[in-house]
Protein backbone atom coordinates (compact mmCIF):
# COMPACT_ATOMS: atom_id res chain seq x y z
CA UNK A 1 0.00 0.00 0.00
CA UNK A 2 1.28 3.59 -0.39
CA UNK A 3 -0.33 6.71 0.04
CA UNK A 4 0.44 10.45 0.02
CA UNK A 5 0.45 13.02 2.79
CA UNK A 6 0.31 16.61 1.67
CA UNK A 7 0.94 18.28 4.48
CA UNK A 8 3.77 19.49 6.00
CA UNK A 9 5.79 17.07 8.66
CA UNK A 10 5.84 17.72 11.72
CA UNK A 11 8.96 18.66 13.73
CA UNK A 12 8.11 17.70 16.96
CA UNK A 13 9.57 14.00 17.48
CA UNK A 14 8.16 11.80 20.19
CA UNK A 15 11.23 12.57 22.58
CA UNK A 16 10.71 16.50 21.93
CA UNK A 17 7.27 16.55 23.13
CA UNK A 18 8.01 14.31 26.57
CA UNK A 19 8.72 16.27 29.96
CA UNK A 20 10.58 14.72 33.36
CA UNK A 21 8.01 15.38 35.88
CA UNK A 22 8.30 14.12 39.75
CA UNK A 23 5.60 13.43 41.91
CA UNK A 24 5.09 15.00 45.30
CA UNK A 25 7.24 12.41 46.56
CA UNK A 26 10.33 13.39 44.46
CA UNK A 27 10.01 10.07 42.10
CA UNK A 28 10.42 10.74 38.01
CA UNK A 29 7.79 10.13 35.52
CA UNK A 30 7.57 10.80 31.76
CA UNK A 31 4.97 13.01 30.63
CA UNK A 32 3.59 14.03 27.29
CA UNK A 33 2.49 18.19 27.32
CA UNK A 34 -0.04 18.98 25.35
CA UNK A 35 2.05 20.59 22.44
CA UNK A 36 3.05 16.76 21.91
CA UNK A 37 -0.42 15.75 21.60
CA UNK A 38 -1.56 18.07 19.50
CA UNK A 39 0.87 16.73 17.08
CA UNK A 40 0.33 13.50 18.09
CA UNK A 41 -3.64 13.79 17.71
CA UNK A 42 -3.29 15.81 14.14
CA UNK A 43 -0.92 13.07 12.50
CA UNK A 44 -3.54 10.35 13.38
CA UNK A 45 -6.63 12.42 11.66
CA UNK A 46 -3.93 12.63 8.72
CA UNK A 47 -3.41 8.82 8.87
CA UNK A 48 -6.72 7.39 9.67
CA UNK A 49 -8.17 9.22 6.31
CA UNK A 50 -5.52 6.07 4.54
CA UNK A 51 -6.09 3.45 6.94
CA UNK A 52 -6.48 -0.11 5.63
CA UNK A 53 -10.35 -1.60 6.52
CA UNK A 54 -8.25 -4.85 8.06
CA UNK A 55 -4.62 -4.35 9.94
CA UNK A 56 -1.34 -5.75 7.94
CA UNK A 57 0.14 -8.66 9.91
CA UNK A 58 3.23 -10.57 9.28
CA UNK A 59 6.57 -9.46 8.51
CA UNK A 60 6.44 -5.55 6.61
CA UNK A 61 8.75 -3.38 5.06
CA UNK A 62 8.30 0.35 5.40
CA UNK A 63 9.83 3.03 3.48
CA UNK A 64 8.45 7.02 5.07
CA UNK A 65 9.64 10.27 2.81
CA UNK A 66 9.65 13.53 4.59
CA UNK A 67 10.10 16.43 2.72
CA UNK A 68 10.10 19.44 4.49
CA UNK A 69 9.68 23.16 2.98
CA UNK A 70 12.99 24.94 1.82
CA UNK A 71 13.92 27.53 4.14
CA UNK A 72 13.55 30.59 3.82
CA UNK A 73 17.78 31.07 3.68
CA UNK A 74 17.74 28.63 1.16
CA UNK A 75 19.81 29.77 -2.34
CA UNK A 76 18.49 29.93 -4.79
CA UNK A 77 20.61 27.69 -7.41
CA UNK A 78 19.25 24.76 -4.67
CA UNK A 79 15.82 25.65 -4.96
CA UNK A 80 16.26 25.18 -8.38
CA UNK A 81 16.77 21.40 -7.92
CA UNK A 82 13.33 21.05 -6.86
CA UNK A 83 14.18 18.46 -4.12
CA UNK A 84 17.42 18.51 -1.91
CA UNK A 85 18.83 16.38 1.17
CA UNK A 86 17.82 17.25 4.55
CA UNK A 87 20.66 17.05 7.07
CA UNK A 88 19.84 18.96 9.97
CA UNK A 89 17.35 18.00 12.69
CA UNK A 90 15.16 16.52 13.50
CA UNK A 91 16.56 13.20 13.12
CA UNK A 92 15.09 10.55 10.97
CA UNK A 93 15.48 7.96 13.85
CA UNK A 94 13.68 10.18 15.73
CA UNK A 95 10.99 11.57 13.59
CA UNK A 96 10.05 8.16 12.35
CA UNK A 97 9.21 6.89 16.28
CA UNK A 98 6.21 9.67 16.71
CA UNK A 99 4.91 8.75 12.97
CA UNK A 100 5.39 4.82 13.08
CA UNK A 101 3.36 5.07 16.86
CA UNK A 102 0.52 6.81 14.94
CA UNK A 103 -0.13 4.60 12.40
CA UNK A 104 -0.01 1.50 14.72
CA UNK A 105 -2.89 3.65 16.29
CA UNK A 106 -4.70 3.82 13.37
CA UNK A 107 -4.62 0.21 12.44
CA UNK A 108 -2.45 -0.07 9.39
CA UNK A 109 -1.00 -2.97 11.40
CA UNK A 110 -1.54 -5.41 13.92
CA UNK A 111 2.29 -4.83 15.81
CA UNK A 112 4.79 -2.71 15.16
CA UNK A 113 7.33 -5.80 15.99
CA UNK A 114 6.25 -7.10 12.47
CA UNK A 115 8.10 -4.01 10.35
CA UNK A 116 11.39 -6.06 9.74
CA UNK A 117 12.24 -3.15 7.18
CA UNK A 118 12.27 0.44 8.57
CA UNK A 119 13.64 3.02 5.78
CA UNK A 120 13.56 6.88 6.06
CA UNK A 121 14.40 9.84 4.02
CA UNK A 122 14.79 13.02 4.33
CA UNK A 123 14.32 16.02 1.98
CA UNK A 124 14.16 19.85 1.45
CA UNK A 125 11.61 20.64 -0.97
CA UNK A 126 9.12 22.38 -2.98
CA UNK A 127 5.69 20.61 -2.16
CA UNK A 128 6.15 19.43 2.10
CA UNK A 129 4.70 16.14 1.93
CA UNK A 130 5.15 12.70 3.59
CA UNK A 131 5.12 9.26 1.37
CA UNK A 132 4.30 6.48 2.80
CA UNK A 133 5.07 2.59 1.40
CA UNK A 134 4.20 -0.43 3.51
CA UNK A 135 4.44 -3.73 2.19
CA UNK A 136 4.54 -7.51 2.72
CA UNK A 137 8.11 -9.48 2.52
CA UNK A 138 9.79 -12.38 2.74
CA UNK A 139 8.04 -15.60 2.57
CA UNK A 140 5.28 -17.40 4.91
CA UNK A 141 6.12 -19.74 6.93
CA UNK A 142 4.18 -22.33 4.81
CA UNK A 143 5.71 -21.48 1.89
CA UNK A 144 9.43 -22.42 3.43
CA UNK A 145 7.92 -25.76 4.76
CA UNK A 146 7.12 -26.81 1.70
CA UNK A 147 10.55 -26.16 0.01
CA UNK A 148 12.49 -28.26 2.31
Not at 109 to 116: G, P, Q
Request: aromatic share 8%.
Amino acid sequence: MEFTINAVPPRATAQSVSRIGRTKDGRPFIMKDKRGQKVRDELLILLMQHAPPEPMSGPLAIKITFVFPWRKSEPKWRLKLGMAPHTTRPDGDNLIKMFLDQMGKARFYTDDATLSDIRVCKFWGDLPRMEVRLTPIGVSVDEAVNTT
